[in-house]
């Protein structure tokens, strides 16, 4: 069982819609719990990061954790064409990050 | 502030050859990364260092050798390029501790022919 599991899409919503992505774990290690945005042909840049379980909100994006089940997930409202890009989980644990294959995500107009 | 800088952004190899690529940060990080992007594979630490003159192997660490001799440097070698070191290249940094959020560069692109 890999440490992360993520749903790779892609994922195709109309503009306006709400998604959820989400992401399991199993290292019950895990601290920091993080959501980068990889637009094609870019570096990965940080979202948002949550520590331990509950919700986080910015703006239009929530990050939600429940440690219990070990599970995140982020949602997007109002969603634009221009959050059309791959999403990838990430959990910290001591000095190294553990990545998600990431989600693609495509909002049509 | 430039972040972390990458360089070069392309380059185009043949079987055997070697080259450096390196990453540069200005936001006085202790923690630097090697990663490798493949298709289906995700994002796969190759090595990393947690301070001047400390490195660590990673997930994919064959193939690959690393040196941090400046805080601000951290350069990746291929001693003899192979057509599956074909991928994507990113360096990230991050500050001490257990947060530990990673800044990327804009990534390598290389291509073993």
């Known amino acids: 069982q890999k440490e992360v599991e993520q749903d790779p899409g892609p994922l195709s919503v109309p503009e306006g819609a709400i998604v959820s992505l989400n992401c399991t774990y199993s290292n019950s290690a895990f601290q920091y719990f993080m959501w980068y945005r990889q637009y094609s042909r870019k570096g990965p840049e940080l979202l948002m990061y949550t520590y331990s379980s509950g919700n986080k909100e910015d703006g239009r994006f929530t990050a939600q954790v429940d440690k219990s089940s070990k599970y995140i997930s982020l949602f997007i409202r109002d969603s634009q064409p221009s959050d059309s890009a791959t999403y990838l989980c990430?959990?910290?644990?001591?000095?190294?990050?553990?990545f998600g294959k990431g989600t693609m995500l495509l909002v049509s107009p | 502030n430039a972040g972390v800088t990458q360089t070069p952004k392309f380059r185009v190899l043949k079987t055997g050859q070697s080259m450096t690529l390196l990453c540069a940060q200005d936001m006085n990080h202790e923690y630097m990364y090697w990663y490798r992007q493949d298709p289906g594979m995700g994002l796969r630490l190759i090595h990393y260092?947690?301070?001047?003159?400390?490195?660590a192997k990673g997930e994919v660490p064959d193939g690959y050798n690393v040196s941090r001799l400046k805080k601000q440097n951290f350069l990746l070698g291929l001693e003899s390029a192979a057509p599956s070191q074909t991928s994507v290249y990113f360096c990230?940094?991050?500050?001490?501790?257990?947060?530990?959020?990673?800044?990327f560069g804009a990534g390598t692109r290389l291509s073993v022919l």
């Open positions: 260092s947690v301070g001047e003159g400390t490195t």
């Open positions: 990230a940094s991050s500050e001490v501790g257990a947060k530990n959020i990673q800044y």
């Open positions: 990430a959990m910290s644990a001591r000095s190294t990050l553990t």
